[in-house]
């Protein structure tokens, strides 16, 4: 809108800076940044899983948190989406909008994300960099599943199916009182609003076992409620079974969002032998036909305490 | 960041309202908007062509434009790329940040999103919708490119290659003044800003023609420059033979952005006998060994005006 071009130098040499070393690199990459797109080769008999997630500062993230934490979690958080459909990461496309070139903080984003992706084993391959009045973070992340396996949707749960959950719930949403209080401090459960677990080898390995799954973001009923739907069936949920992160905090564990934690429907045939492999992943209730929707077991005072929560919608 | 869900219903009802319906669909999607990922399944030996582009209001477009103009104008914009690679267009994934969910906005929005996907024929795979301060518009977009191609990059250009230009620049950035000034009209010249010609014909037919290419976004000069350096050949254009919207304001013409434009390099041999087809493509220079860069065949006149322009560095 301006008359300078809108990717000006300072544009190019941000990119070159700090988007264009260091990153993981991906075998399937033939073209990475620095043309007008980026060009990848697809395995043999793959198909193609992608996943688009924005985070906005003081929306998503505090935006006076150190900027490395805020870079690692949003891939984290993307490539969550990757993991629950299971699928093996290959590479992402970042789209960056900043209100400034503040280099202490890009440093710390570009270190961030970095690590992260090493973690992650996911390459940078292209992105675009623009300003505008508050940090917005978009990432759209992709990788491959075998032919021979279907991805992990939330349409295919079937009557009978047993439930499991990856890992206890609760820890981000508990933490997010000190996270708003002090950004800066990732100890304690604040470690789990910044460094959700990704849960890619076992999204990976319940190919072939699980009929259904999802990335716990929203709160483990509303997503259960995701599942029931797109299922068309009902998930029974024994809400004593459901590992939490503060058992005194049982309805907000049970509602809070941004843990990440796979929550899986299969049978319970196929699923049980992988709480051998995948300790904390236990089983906490079963689809059954009827009125698609969440049915608890629960106490009437979490019941009480559940429909004061915003995140859960009965049915 | 708040106790609330971040994907909360009203999210989903936005989703269901705007982006689920009358999109163009794509054969090779197996898995569309609704689940964690989108799943596509890539064609026999193809490669991958990807590109992410962001549109922020009040930076690449006026905030109070029409929306469906916005829409369309972005999509445009990002399939540019796909264009300048040679890929035929797949499917593109889209995160909107929105201060609010005006419906009358949305429907806008929608409307001209969805008109130039079935124009460009390129299909809504997925996507996130979020809150923030200002409209945020990135689009991540794909296509493929068969085995037996190069895609058309930056630095393959070769000493002796004919220069060519799809058509004539400078509408786009002689328009600006009346785009800001009443954003709603978008006759005349408003015209090839709000819809800039995406050359995905010619892009294809480049494909074993042309040594390099790439869509004039940042000013015909700027992106010559960009060619020579990836390809470390000087690119000597004759500014006389650059057809132009205004040969009065012709050093604007030349370093205006945003008009979309491709420019190429090639074999003349091979690259001519398009004009034939392409009736607006035209011979503007030749490559040649040398301190990359841009040499022009100028007029003091024009030299002089050029060097007060921001786009152009010469060299």
Same mark, same amino acid.
């Given at each position: 809108?301006?008359?300078? $071009?809108?990717?000006? $130098? ?6 070159? +800076?700090? &988007? ?15 043309? =007008?797109? %980026? ?15 924005? @985070?906005?500062?003081?929306?998503? &993230? ?10 690692? *979690? ?46 992650? +084993?996911?390459?940078?391959?292209? #992105? =675009? ?5 508050? *940090? ?5 992340? @992709? ?7 279907? $991805?992990?949707? *939330?349409?295919?749960?079937? =009557? ?5 959950? %990856? ?9 997010? $009182?000190?996270?708003?209080? +002090? ?8 470690? @789990? ?14 190919? #072939?076992?699980?009929?259904a799954c999802i990335d716990v973001s929203d709160g483990l009923l509303q997503d259960a409620g995701h599942i029931a739907r797109s299922s068309a069936l009902q998930l029974h949920i024994d809400t004593q079974r459901v590992s939490v992160a503060d058992d005194q905090q049982r309805a907000l564990c049970l509602t809070g969002g941004d843990d990440y934690q796979l929550l899986l429907c299969g049978p319970a045939t196929l699923l049980q032998p992988l709480t051998a492999? &995948? ?8 689809? *059954? ?7 608890? %077991? ?16 009965? &049915?």
């Amino acid at each position: 809108m301006s008359n300078t $071009p809108p990717s000006s $130098p300072g544009e190019f040499e941000l990119i070159r +800076n700090y &988007f264009c070393h260091g990153f993981p690199h991906s075998a399937d990459t033939l073209l990475a940044i620095g043309d =007008d797109a %980026s060009v990848v080769q697809p395995p043999a008999a793959s198909q193609l899983v992608q996943s688009i997630d924005t @985070q906005v500062a003081d929306v998503h &993230f505090p935006a006076s948190a150190p900027a490395a934490l805020i870079a690692q *979690r949003a891939l984290r958080c993307a490539v969550s989406d990757l993991a629950a459909m299971g699928a093996t990461p290959q590479g992402f496309h970042l789209a960056l909008t900043l209100p400034d070139s503040d280099s202490a903080w890009l440093t710390g984003f570009s270190s961030g994300l970095k690590k992260a992706a090493h973690e992650l +084993n996911i390459a940078l391959i292209g #992105g =675009d960099t623009t300003r505008g009045k508050q *940090r917005v973070i978009s990432v759209a992340v @992709q990788g491959w599943i075998k032919h021979d396996n279907t $991805p992990l949707t *939330r349409a295919a749960a079937e =009557d009978g199916d047993g439930i499991y959950l %990856s890992g206890p719930v609760g820890a981000a949403a508990l933490a997010l $009182p000190q996270v708003l209080n +002090n950004p800066a401090d990732y100890s304690g459960l604040a470690q @789990q609003y910044y460094f959700p677990a990704v849960h890619l080898s076992l999204g990976q390995a319940l190919l #072939g076992r699980a009929s259904a799954c999802i990335d716990v973001s929203d709160g483990l009923l509303q997503d259960a409620g995701h599942i029931a739907r797109s299922s068309a069936l009902q998930l029974h949920i024994d809400t004593q079974r459901v590992s939490v992160a503060d058992d005194q905090q049982r309805a907000l564990c049970l509602t809070g969002g941004d843990d990440y934690q796979l929550l899986l429907c299969g049978p319970a045939t196929l699923l049980q032998p992988l709480t051998a492999v &995948f300790p904390q992943l236990h089983h906490i209730g079963e689809c *059954r036909r009827g009125e698609p929707g969440v049915v608890l %077991s629960a106490t009437d005072a979490l019941l009480q305490q559940l429909s004061e929560q915003s995140g859960f919608n009965h &049915f």
